[in-house]
Structure formats: C-alpha cells, structure tokens
C-alpha cells in the first residue's frame, strides 16, 4: 500500500489559524445568510487550485435530521463566490425523488463517481489502509451536517456522537474506515489525510438526537443557528479543532448529560457566540442513574415496521418551521446568475 501524500497548492504551509467556531443566527427574513457567512470564513483559507468535495449528510427527511435547502444555498454562495469548483457526494438516508440531489444539481454542483478508479490511503497508527475514490484524493471538504447527536449505549451508560463526528463517520465508512469504539477518530484522521482542507457547516436551525436503534426522539430544539469550524488538514494542522471535543462543547451546550466535560473547547466567534441554547427538559436528566430511563421516554411507542422518519412531531417548533414547507416553493426555477451576499 501506498502513502498518498498532500501538499496545498498556492497555500503559504505556515499560514495557520486559531482553532475557532464561528456561531451566526438564521433569520427568518433571510435564511441563507448566515449559512453563506460561516461558509465564507472557513473556506476563506481554501487552495483554490483544488477542487471541493461538498459532502452533504441526513438521517432523515425531516426538519433536524438533515441540512435545510436555505443552507445549501448559503454554502453553494459562498462556494460560488470564493470561485471554487466543486462537485458533491451524499451520505444518508435518501427517497425515491432527492430533493437535495436536484437542489444542488440546479446549482450546476454534480454528483462525483465514488465508483471508479480508487487508491489506498494508509492513516498514521493504523496497519490497515482506506480505499478512497480517486476522484476525491487531493480536494479540500466542505462537510455539512445537521445538528444531531447519536444516543449509545454501553455498560457505563449512554454516551453521544455528535454531528461533526457522525457526519464523517458516515463520509468514511465506505472506504474501510470501520466504526469501531474509536471510529470518530479514525474517521477524522482518514479526513485529514485524503483532503487538503477540512470545513464543516453545521445546519443547527434544529437540534435532534437519535436513540442507539436509529430511531428519531419526537423532541426537537431550536437553536436556530449556523456554526462552521475547521478540523484538522495540511494547511490548518494541529491548530485545528478535534472534532470530538467540538460535538462534545456542542452537547453541553444543550444541557447533555457529557461523561467528562471536553479537554479543550473551541473559541466562539460572531453573532451567535454568546446568545444563550435552548435545554433539554430536565425531567429527562435527573440523576446518573436515571439518564437512560429518562431518554428513553421521550420516544414515542412505535411499531417495528415504522420507520423512524415518522417519530418527529407533526408540528416544527420554532420561528423557521414555516420556512420548511415554503422556502422551496418561493424559489426561482433555476438559479443561474444569482450571486451571493457579501458575508
């Protein structure tokens, strides 16, 4: 097997910068805002000699359980605008019609073949390698996730993955990058091997978790925000955020009973920084030693055949809910020519 080693192009190696999150608010009057601005900051850094894979991740058809198409817009915007050329890769759960697919297809952004020609990567402190499509090798990554945490369970209790870590296990999984009990970790230095540049956009107008079955909780919070970060890659190195101690910030920040608090915490940027997140309801988090029972109540009995997209609630709380059955609807029929605000 062979290395497959990177070099940025047009990149000064020495250019780093800060771990940091960048936290904007989604307005309702303008939704793809706040999307396009966070973009824009962390692919501010992007080679533009590389091409972009941009990685789009779901759980589910409903609001929570993937990104909003007002986010897609956002990042195809700021992709646009930094005059980036990229191509897109899906993970997740998909129906008959993908909206998303058409969504970014009208945005000239296509699907790229993960089916051809593939090259092994071999990742530091692993004697097995991933087989990674060559036509993504050497590009940088855009990652957008929903803000979902992953319930498991073991015999000290349930833990949570959360969405940056989730979302790249879910990228990487089909290249040999197994789950195991350090999947996040492999996943993420698989990540930073075979791409240039690591971005994540986290869709967090809505937060869902889902229980260690797959299934979805009925409870949905409304932190409605857009967060970006940067993980770790040959330009951005060990200054980078680890994606565990972000989705681990990210849990206590809605009040998710963590088993240790992160080693280290990301630096909160822009607007959002400091507006406060909704919590969980309490109830569901009295004492250790009824953290499972109290999860576990808030998922609806549902029958084996159902699938989970079904447990969500029928009405989307929040001040974007209205924005998930119009915001399509209101759009042109192709965006050709339409730039982007500047962030």
Not at 2 to 16: D, E, F, K, N, Y
Not at 263 to 279: D, I, M, N, Q
Request: with cysteine.
């Amino acid at each position: 097997m062979t290395r497959v080693g990177l070099r940025p192009m047009g990149v000064c190696s020495s250019r780093v910068m800060p771990a940091r999150l960048r936290a904007h608010p989604i307005a309702a009057a303008d939704p793809t805002r706040a999307a396009q601005q966070v973009a824009s900051a962390v692919l501010a850094d992007a080679p533009r000699g590389r091409p972009l894979v941009l990685a789009v991740v779901r759980w589910g058809a409903h609001p929570g359980l993937h990104p909003s198409p007002w986010c897609l817009d956002g990042v195809v915007h700021a992709i646009e605008e930094a005059g980036l050329q990229a191509g897109a890769v899906q993970r997740g759960d998909r129906g008959a019609t993908d909206p998303l697919a058409v969504q970014l297809a009208t945005r000239r952004i296509s699907p790229l073949d993960e089916d051809g020609p593939s090259v092994t990567v071999c990742l530091p402190g692993s004697r097995h390698g991933v087989r990674v499509p060559r036509a993504l090798v050497g590009h940088s990554l855009c990652l957008v996730v929903p803000c979902v945490h992953h319930q498991r369970t073991s015999e000290r209790g349930p833990s949570w993955r959360g969405p940056i870590g989730a979302g790249l296990v879910s990228l990487t999984s089909s290249w040999g990058a197994s789950p195991t009990r350090s999947a996040v970790e492999r996943a993420a230095r698989c990540a930073s091997e075979v791409f240039a540049h690591v971005s994540v956009v986290i869709d967090a107008g809505w937060w869902a978790f889902l229980s260690s079955r797959e299934e979805a909780s009925p409870l949905l919070l409304t932190p409605e925000r857009m967060l970006g970060l940067r993980l770790a890659s040959p330009i951005t190195g060990s200054n980078a955020i680890d994606p565990r101690h972000a989705d681990a910030w990210l849990g206590l920040q809605l009040g998710l009973p963590m088993r240790r608090r992160p080693a280290e915490s990301p630096t909160v940027l822009g607007p959002a920084a400091h507006t406060p997140w909704p919590k969980l309801p309490r109830p569901a988090l009295r004492g250790p030693n009824r953290a499972r029972e109290g999860f576990a109540a808030l998922w609806r009995p549902t029958e084996p055949s159902r699938s989970r997209r079904v447990a969500l609630p029928p009405a989307v709380p929040g001040s974007l809910a209205h924005l998930w059955d119009e915001y399509r609807a209101s759009q042109p029929a192709t965006t050709e020519g339409r730039r982007g605000r500047p962030g």
